[in-house]
């Protein structure tokens, strides 16, 4: 049952890895076999030394990946909450197949929250406003999801388009929600001042600890970005293993069985209007959650931030990274998120090379960067068939 | 009409009435699927359900799952009217049936279809999933046993990690067998289950409905194939243009006039086998 059983015989075979490994020169299965292979102490070690890797990439300044145009850590926090949206919204679009177009809109109410309540209309503590936020965008999730819900596919992405654009023409039309000129003075997550970190200053290979640029642990200033994006990531490793608990368990099997059929679904025995529904809130939590965090860096927001396109580019981070599967959509959000920060130099060229990306994508990899292990077995036994039909079949 | 007093007669497993549908009618705009039919079905028989093409016997299933509402009549399951329920709540009622057109969940694996039927009595959420509380374990361990017992019934026990799709036609009609027989009904309901079966599929099957009898389930069969309806049903009934012709024992019915007009008398008795379209 476990994702983790069900791995070795599947992705081991010979004919996965010759059916996989040519195309892109790289098997994600024989790296997977190869640290499932490890010993428990030695692959718990290696994903604590990943995970401190993680954390303290805003420290070590690495060249080639640093962004020489904006601040590292700033770019790692909107790439960080790029991804933790793509988590929610995997949820949504992944596991249970409901196409959501207007998932910034619970980006904004998370957001909004913050700000309306941290700042323009009251002076709510940090550590109020984020369970507001959270709950307010939980509850807003359903309202949504219950009269829609009971529309199918297109109907529903029109529907969840239409949500988006309301919330941020609200926005925009509210005096009490700020109009178009926003809420500035959001309130900062509070600090605890304990101790300075210093960056790593690279000459050439060679790296050398620069005591004169450090970062104050835990001070969330606006000069240096990294405690947000350590809080971000706090915050995904969380939604990460509680995703986890949800999809191996009977949650997520009806999750799946109602993508799958909802007719038949439903004739098994699942509720199948009250599994979208939640798949609806849990999708809204972790959006109104990202929108919480971000408003709370950000100290300003408007309706500018909360535009159309953004909803596309969720969608777009979960199916180019793989919907359905946890990994992959981190992938696509990282893909997302953090190559046109990187190549900022080519800015105008942005959205010519977004849509060749996705054409090739689409082309080579029609199930996302890292496929769910249903779409990848199906596929290798198709080949399998179709090597077969083509009297090439290796012996 | 024969049918009357051949209703009469006992079965040769007589029990009470499981499933009763009572003078049900259902019409969609001006066609009139169901017309006043009514029959039971007994606790512990095997009912088969014939008849020719489009004489309502799919649409006599999405009656009594909940599809349908009958537009008159009423529909009661171990004497209790299934009003408006919903159609997972007749589920876990205790009917549970097959499709026509196989509706497996392609790509969740064999062993995590037949889990979603079984947890039909589940009541896990959000929190005990989280937590992994004590009673999201028991359910886990219950389902999985329920599962893989089921699976061993049907002789799946072998495909439990492949993907439902990449089941043979056998096997995946088999499985749909399984997802239904887990959620723990009392009455399944198989739709057409030997649709392009050859004739050693077709003996399996009717052994395997008799060993789901005997594990004290009540089967409903809609079949084309007459002769594994009459080899394995303790009572047929038989349906044309929505109205019930006749009901009983499968050597009466076969002898019935209204059904050897309507049916059985024609060359079409062994061309049906191959006809599995167009139903509802």
């Given amino acids: 049952m476990t994702e983790g059983k069900a791995s070795p015989d599947t992705e081991s075979g010979p004919a996965r890895s010759m059916a996989w490994g040519p195309r892109l020169g790289w098997d994600r299965g024989a790296l997977a076999r190869r640290v499932g292979a490890l010993p428990r102490p030695v692959k718990w070690a290696l994903i604590g030394l990943f995970v401190l890797f993680l954390y303290a990439l805003p420290l070590l300044e690495i060249p080639i990946l640093s962004t020489p145009d904006t601040d590292f850590g700033a770019v790692l926090f909107t790439v960080a909450s790029y991804v933790l949206v793509a988590l929610g919204l995997n949820i949504v679009l992944g596991y249970a197949g409901l196409l959501d177009l207007g998932y910034v809109g619970f980006y904004a109410i998370g957001a909004y929250t913050v700000a309306v309540f941290g700042s323009l209309q009251a002076q709510l503590s940090w550590w109020v406003l984020i369970p507001l936020a959270v709950f307010l965008t939980t509850i807003s999730g359903i309202l949504l999801g219950a009269p829609t819900l009971r529309v199918r596919g297109d109907y529903l992405a029109i529907v969840t388009l239409g949500f988006g654009e309301i919330i941020r023409l609200t926005a925009l039309n509210t005096e009490w929600l700020g109009a178009a000129k926003g809420i500035t003075g ?24 620069d005591l004169d640029d450090t970062t104050t642990f835990l001070f969330f200033g606006v000069a240096d970005q990294a405690p947000y994006y350590w809080l971000m990531l706090t915050v995904i490793f969380l939604v990460l293993g509680a995703d986890r608990m949800l999809r191996l368990s009977r949650i997520g099997r009806a999750w799946e069985a109602t993508r799958e059929d909802e007719d038949a679904a439903e004739l098994m025995g699942v509720p199948t209007f009250k599994f979208k529904l939640l798949a609806f809130a849990c999708g809204a939590f972790i959006g109104g959650l990202s929108g919480a965090l971000f408003a709370s860096r950000q100290g300003f927001i408007n309706p500018e931030s909360f535009l159309l396109l953004l909803s596309i580019l969720f969608v777009a981070a979960v199916v180019v990274g793989g919907a359905g599967n946890r990994y992959g959509v981190i992938l696509g959000a990282i893909v997302v998120g953090y190559l046109p920060e990187r190549f900022r130099g080519f800015e105008e060229w942005r959205l010519l090379v977004f849509g060749l990306a996705l054409l090739v994508l689409a082309n080579f990899r029609p199930q996302g960067l890292i496929p769910p292990r249903r779409a990848k077995r199906a596929q290798a036994v198709d080949e399998q068939l179709e090597a077969l039909e083509e009297g090439t079949a290796r012996a | 009409m024969p049918s009357t007093s051949l209703e009469a007669q006992p079965a040769s497993r007589n029990g009470t009435a499981l499933l009763s549908l009572d003078d049900v009618s259902i019409q969609f705009g001006g066609l009139k699927a169901l017309d006043g039919v009514s029959f039971d079905v007994r606790e512990g028989e095997i009912l088969g359900l014939i008849g020719p093409n489009g004489a309502g016997k799919t ?179 038989v349906l044309e243009f929505g109205r019930k012709i006749a009901e009983g024992a499968p050597a009466d019915v076969r002898n019935d006039p209204a059904v050897i007009a309507a049916y059985l008398g024609t060359e079409a008795d062994d061309a049906e086998d191959f006809d599995q379209e167009g139903d509802l």
């Avoid at chain 2, 005997?214 to 309806?229: A, N, P, S, Y």
Wanted: aromatic fraction near 6%.
């Fill in chain 1, 186 to 209: 959001v309130p900062r997550p509070p600090s605890v001042e304990l101790f300075e970190i210093p960056h790593l200053q690279w000459e050439g290979a060679t790296a050398v600890v």
């Fill in chain 2, 59 to 237: 649409t006599c299933f999405n009656v009594m799952t909940g599809v349908y509402q009958p537009t008159s009549g009423e529909v009661r399951f171990a004497g209790e009217p299934l009003g408006k329920r919903k159609r997972f709540a007749i589920t876990r009622l205790g009917i549970a049936r097959t499709f026509q057109n196989i509706r497996l969940f392609g790509n969740m694996t064999a062993l995590e279809n037949v889990l979603v039927g079984a947890d039909a009595h589940h009541r896990t959420n959000v929190i005990d999933a989280l937590v992994r509380s004590p009673r999201h374990r028991r359910e886990e361990r219950e389902g999985e046993e329920t599962a893989r017992e089921v699976m061993k019934f049907l002789g799946l026990e072998r495909r439990a990690d492949e993907l439902a799709r990449n089941l043979s036609y056998g096997e995946q009609r088999r499985l749909e067998i399984a997802r239904a027989m887990a959620t723990k009904p009392r009455l399944l309901c198989l739709d057409e289950p030997a649709a392009g079966f050859n004739p050693a599929e077709k003996a399996q099957l009717m052994d395997l409905i008799r060993r789901i009898r005997d594990r004290g389930l009540t089967v409903l069969l809609i079949e084309h194939d007459m002769g594994l309806v009459m080899g394995v049903s303790d009572r047929v009934a």
